[in-house]
T-cell receptor, first 115, second 116 residues
């Protein structure tokens, strides 16, 4: 079974803190993704990575950065957390092959509250 | 550019009744289309996908979806709802090529409630 794990299920941080969300996958997937999920808005792509040390901005990258130093690990960083970043954060991974396009495997999510 | 619209943020059915969740897409290039399901307190998992082969796609747990190009739709159906189908369902699209290839754009989600 493919497993995508996220470092925390629940996280509470204060405004202005630097926040790290970690994601690890065990299936040697090339692609990794970070989304935020908000009620009524579905999932929105923050950043994705198609290879180690490679990253591309998604639809809502402002206020976030990412790091991918190893193939299995993809970190999301909130440099200075703000209350409007309170959300559910989902990590996903996938193979790069054309026959597997769009088949993403998701972690359980981290519910981040910024106070 | 691509987008997905799910009609109805909440759908309620009785156990044993037909499930119909609606999805319309917009894409400037041929699309690949997906349905994902999210059970409470879990991440999303793939139900089924369309990648330009058969227009009627069968997925897990008895769900299926039909790609209709003329209607730009990809509605999800199940003939007989089960209590365990209660979850949130997301339609998603990616382009078959170009700069959006492999990046999913999700709809707003539809919460399915199943009554005994």
């Amino acid at each position: 079974d493919v497993k995508v794990t996220q470092s925390s299920r629940y996280l509470v941080k204060r405004t202005g803190e630097k926040v790290f969300l970690e994601c690890v996958q065990d299936m040697d997937h090339e692609n990794m993704f970070w989304y935020r999920q908000d009620p009524g808005l579905g999932l929105r792509l923050i950043y994705f990575s198609y290879d180690v040390k490679m990253k591309e901005k998604g639809d809502i990258p402002e206020g976030y950065s990412v790091s991918r130093e190893k193939k299995e690990r993809f970190s999301l960083i909130l440099e200075s957390a703000s209350t409007n970043q309170t959300s559910m954060y989902l990590c996903a991974s996938s193979f790069a092959g054309r026959n597997r396009v769009g088949e993403q495997y998701f972690g359980p999510g981290t519910r981040l509250t910024v106070t | 550019a691509q987008s997905v619209t799910q009609l109805g943020s909440h759908v309620s059915v009785s156990e044993g009744a037909l499930v119909l969740l609606r999805c319309n897409y917009s894409s400037s290039v041929p699309p690949y289309l997906f349905w994902y399901v999210q059970y409470p307190n879990q991440g999303l998992q793939l139900l089924l996908k369309y990648t330009s082969a058969a227009t009627l796609v069968k997925g897990i747990n008895g769900f299926e979806a039909e790609f209709k190009k003329s209607e730009t739709s990809f509605h999800l159906t199940k003939p007989s709802a089960h209590m365990s189908d209660a979850a949130e369902y997301f339609c998603a699209v990616t382009a078959a090529g170009g700069t959006s290839y492999g990046k999913l754009t999700f709809g707003q989600g539809t919460i399915l409630t199943v009554h005994p």
